[in-house]
């Protein structure tokens, strides 16, 4: 792969970037922590990486297109590539697994400005530096259309701990970190707004959401959980992923889920958009019924909100003790 953003040329981005193509290398180099774990980054053909002795390696990748996964009228730089980091943060912390190093490919409009640039980069790299985790490379390319970002995620776990989402028994119960929802209404109320504006702080599981890196660290290091995922497409969703991966079906409890509080003034989301709404990237696991799980880990409160059973149907059940099937309604690509 060429030297990272040397194929970033100032004629195919333009507006207001550094006199030379040498001065734009330095500018984001100069900006992005190298990492403990990166012995050579941005500057050569390939990273070098230290891994530690006795652990496996977690990849994970995500794209980030504008117009599916944000707005620049809705979001600002900043949020996005926030955003673009924190989803496969979140894959990591949902193994149980500690980042190792970051890539990033950005395919950039030729008319995009240098301003909007630098406000991502911002974003993207604080959210970096928080999680202890450097930019060890990526690529450039200029974009026909929209904004398109590439995020490899490299993270490491101890040989053989990695938590799965294939390890349900009948009889583990459910759980779930923080709360949800707050992502699904920050869109929905943007949906509804002329220029799709809202203030980051009424809604910041959505704008600036957090991997849960050190709960799923603390997770598999107490051996608590039998499965596990982030909750990156919502919660009827992801955790039919878990019921699939293990061969087991569930019941939750409608009035034990978690709803967010958002908005100016606070208000309690709707239980459709915690069931369905996604990117909120809490973690949602299973533990065995003798395991006691305290009511916060590493800070974050832990809900108990149902149960994995040995029929592999998915049911909520509402506060008179009636069933009703729970079908994957979360977000997913090419649904008709």
């Known amino acids: 792969m060429p030297p990272f953003w040397q194929k970033c040329i100032v004629t195919y981005i333009g ?3 550094p006199s030379t193509e040498k001065a734009l290398i330095s500018r984001i180099r100069s900006q992005a922590a190298r990492g403990k774990n990166v012995v050579a980054g941005i500057g050569d053909d390939a990273a070098v990486l230290r891994l530690p002795p006795g652990h496996q390696v977690l990849v994970t ?4 297109l504008e117009g599916v996964h944000f707005r620049r009228d809705w979001q600002p730089a900043e949020s996005v590539g926030h955003r673009c980091l924190a989803r496969g943060l979140s894959d990591i912390a949902a ?21 909007w640039v630098d406000g991502f980069m911002s974003g993207f790299l604080a959210l970096a530096r928080k999680s202890a985790v450097g930019l060890a490379g990526g690529d450039t390319a200029e974009s026909p259309d929209g904004i398109l970002a590439d995020v490899v995620v490299l993270g490491s776990v ?8 294939s390890g349900a028994r009948p009889g583990d119960r459910i759980y779930l970190s923080g709360e949800l929802g707050g992502a699904a209404a920050a869109i929905r109320e943007m949906s509804g707004k002329p220029r799709g504006r809202l ?16 709960l799923g660290r603390l997770i598999r290091q107490k051996g608590l959980a039998s499965a596990m995922i982030d909750i990156s497409d919502g919660l009827s969703t992801d955790l039919a992923h878990i019921c699939e991966e293990s061969g ?24 459709e958009l915690a069931l369905h709404g996604g990117e909120d990237y809490e973690l949602l696991f299973t533990a065995p019924r003798q395991k006691p799980i305290p009511p916060r880990i590493a800070g974050v409160p832990i809900h108990l909100i149902g149960h994995i ?7 909520l059940i509402n506060r008179s003790g009636a069933g009703f099937d729970l079908r994957p309604q979360g977000w997913e690509h090419f649904r008709k």
């Open 15 to 17: 507006f207001d970037l």
């Open 61 to 64: 990748t995500d794209f980030t």
């Open 158 to 165: 101890p040989a053989g701990t990695a938590t799965l989402r």
């Open 199 to 214: 203030k980051p702080v009424d809604y910041s599981r959505h704008f600036f959401p957090e991997p849960r890196l050190a």
């Open 248 to 271: 087991m079906g569930a019941e939750i409890r409608a009035e034990a889920i978690p709803l967010a509080s958002v908005g100016k003034p606070r208000h309690e989301v709707e239980l």
């Open 95 to 115: 193994m149980g697994g500690e980042p190792v190093a970051v890539f990033l490919s950005l395919a950039l409009p030729a008319s995009l400005s240098q301003t």
């Open 309 to 315: 059973t040995r029929s592999r149907k998915v049911l």
